[in-house]
């Protein structure tokens, strides 16, 4: 079974995709979730994370572009960006512990991402987190 874990991961890859301009990824989320064997709760749980991301948009990325110290939305990194915005919609939307959220997230871009990311992603979470 799957854990939370990779459900989270496998929004990050259809976020990812969504950001490079693939608008029709929406239409594929329940296969691409049944290859990666993100089943019963946790396909659950990544649904309603992809598709509350997706519905927030707007919002998320406001809070990004308020707390970039240098450049813009443009300028981060599309994985970087992916992971961004999955962890502050479950801050801002979820009931979740936000430390759990932010750690998780600063995991998963060390996984998935650049060098930098995780000190780049915990700076803008915890300043998300403050409000």
Do not use: C, H, W
């Amino acid at each position: 079974m799957a854990t939370r874990t990779q459900a989270r991961e496998s929004v990050i890859g259809l976020l990812y995709a969504y950001d490079l301009g693939n608008d029709e990824i929406t239409k594929f989320v329940d296969e691409i979730l049944e290859e990666k064997k993100i089943r019963n709760n946790q396909k659950e749980f990544a649904l309603n994370l992809f598709n509350g991301t997706i519905k927030n948009l707007s919002t998320i990325d406001d809070q990004i572009k308020a707390f970039i110290t240098q450049g813009n939305l443009e300028d981060i990194g599309s994985v970087e960006k992916s992971i961004l915005r999955l962890a502050i919609y479950e801050i801002l939307f979820e009931n979740l512990p936000k430390a759990v959220i932010i750690n998780e997230a600063i995991e998963l871009s060390k996984r998935l991402a650049s060098d930098g990311a995780p000190k780049f992603v915990n700076a803008i979470l915890d300043q998300v987190k403050k409000g």
